[in-house]
């Protein structure tokens, strides 16, 4: 076991919030297609006001804090903010789009310790990337930004959504990713808007490219362990739970509201209102999701895939229910092994993979 | 003899986790825990304080150990943190954590 999984399971033990991700706002300088945000200012926390949070998530014992958004450097206060979480030793990861960053703010974030700084990429050609973006020159600028912070010798990672858009570009973003020297990770994950608007939804890849996704080794490693049959769920694996949101890790909005994870959008509390440590520790949500085990899952504690299925329980909760099944993850898991989901065979909806053959008796 | 001192870089990120200090390096994301005798020594580390003092005044009296078995085994603990850029070492009092040295295996 990894140091990092053992301090995560100590962590887990004792109830404190290892990983904190805040968006500091949810403007943005791009319009990408598959966005859940509403990029209008609601009222984002002052300067202050995050300050006094990151007080609180320190003494909270939060250890991993990423900035995102939005856009980060949308905040004048932005640089001001990473230095700020830095006085308090915490290990910084910035996610950005790169637009607004030049040489002199590469240079601030590497004088300031960031550990990382994840950028979103969704093409190598500026004509699909910058169409997603919906801002021109977007792609130059990126792909600048990472050049100035990896020569700063700053850990960049590449980050790119798989879409229809831009399923057939994957394989150059991601040589793209190479000649840069900068990891690559690639999501076919695309979430409902957070205002429960679903038409994004329609920017999903097919099934046939989830099939060619997890059998590319350059993206899997290796395919025949990344696509063996699932092993059947033991009660470990019953007494577990679906991931680490609301129990080592959770997410706060630019208005100071507290949620499970940036992809589960159950209201926790604020800390505009409350002591972060409080909703951590006391808010009846934070605690619901806490008690699930998958045990408790009403469709998936049946399935084959329990132990081995990346379960996302925010979109479960999108769906309909936190103890519910995720579609888009039985997808996965059934791509991936071409097993069946329990969820899939309740529905119907499992397609035969292949050619369906007959044994029939010698003559 | 010439005294050495130990700063914490600014260059990590720390935090206690249920009395273990976690420490992770920036620049090579290595990540740490240290025991209490070593979490004693890294938060004393202040640059201006030389080892052998955090020793004999902070770690023996609190563990109850031998000064000198204590002495080695700080100096292996702050060589082995000096040569992931945590702990910076230097044989002047260091007022720069950006400014001590590294020390290469």
């Known amino acids: ?363 | 003899m010439k005294e050495t001192y130990v700063a914490r870089s600014s260059a990590i990120a720390a935090r206690m986790l249920g009395g273990e200090m976690m420490i992770m390096s920036a620049m090579d994301s290595t990540f740490f825990t240290l025991n209490e005798v070593a979490t004693v020594i890294w938060q004393a580390a202040d640059g201006q304080t030389p080892l052998a003092e955090i020793v004999e005044k902070k770690v023996c009296p609190e563990f109850e150990v031998d000064s000198e078995v204590a002495r080695r085994d700080a100096e292996q603990f702050v060589t082995e943190l000096s040569q992931h850029g945590i702990l910076l070492v230097s044989d002047h009092p260091i007022d720069d954590p950006r400014k001590g040295k590294t020390v290469s295996s």
């Open chain 1, 1 to 363: 076991m990894s140091l990092l999984v053992e301090m995560n399971e100590k962590a887990q033990r004792l109830g404190v919030p290892l990983s904190v991700h805040i968006d500091v706002t949810y403007r943005c300088n791009e319009r990408c297609s598959h966005c859940y945000l509403d990029h209008d200012d609601k009222g984002e926390m002052t300067t202050d006001e995050i300050r006094n949070v990151l007080d609180q998530l320190a003494e909270a014992g939060v250890f991993f804090l990423t900035f995102s958004g939005g856009e980060v450097f949308m905040r004048r206060d932005f640089l001001d903010l990473v230095k700020y979480a830095r006085g308090l030793l915490f290990n910084v990861k910035v996610k950005t789009n790169g637009a607004m960053i030049r040489e002199r703010e590469a240079h601030r974030l590497r004088e300031l310790g960031v550990e990382q700084v994840q950028i979103s990429v969704y093409s190598y050609r500026p004509e699909i990337h910058d169409a997603i973006t919906k801002l021109p020159g977007s792609l130059k600028r990126t792909v600048a930004a990472i050049r100035f912070l990896k020569s700063q010798g700053l850990k960049v990672t590449m980050s790119n959504v798989l879409m229809t858009v831009n399923r057939y570009d994957q394989e150059g973003t991601q040589a793209l990713a190479r000649e840069l020297g900068v990891d690559y990770t690639l999501d076919p994950t695309v979430t409902p808007k957070l205002d429960g608007d679903t038409s994004v939804l329609a920017l999903r890849v097919n099934e046939e490219s989830l099939d060619e996704l997890f059998s590319n080794p350059d993206l899997v490693g290796n395919v025949d362990e990344y696509c063996a049959p699932p092993v059947a769920p033991d009660e470990d694996v019953m007494e577990g739970v679906s991931c680490s949101a609301g129990h080592t890790l959770c997410y706060i909005s630019p208005y100071g509201d507290v949620f499970p994870c940036v992809q589960f959008p159950l209201p926790t509390g604020s800390v505009r209102r409350q002591k972060f440590i409080d909703i951590w520790r006391h808010s009846p949500q934070m605690q619901q999701v806490r008690s699930i085990r998958i045990k408790d899952l009403t469709v998936c504690s049946s399935c084959a895939h329990a132990g081995s299925c990346s379960r996302c329980p925010g979109l479960a909760y999108m769906e309909g229910s936190m103890l519910g099944p995720s579609s888009t993850d039985c997808e996965k898991s059934f791509h991936r092994t071409g097993i069946p989901t329990a969820n899939m065979l309740r529905k119907g909806q499992a397609a035969a993979v292949g050619l369906l053959v007959q044994i029939q008796p010698v003559a």
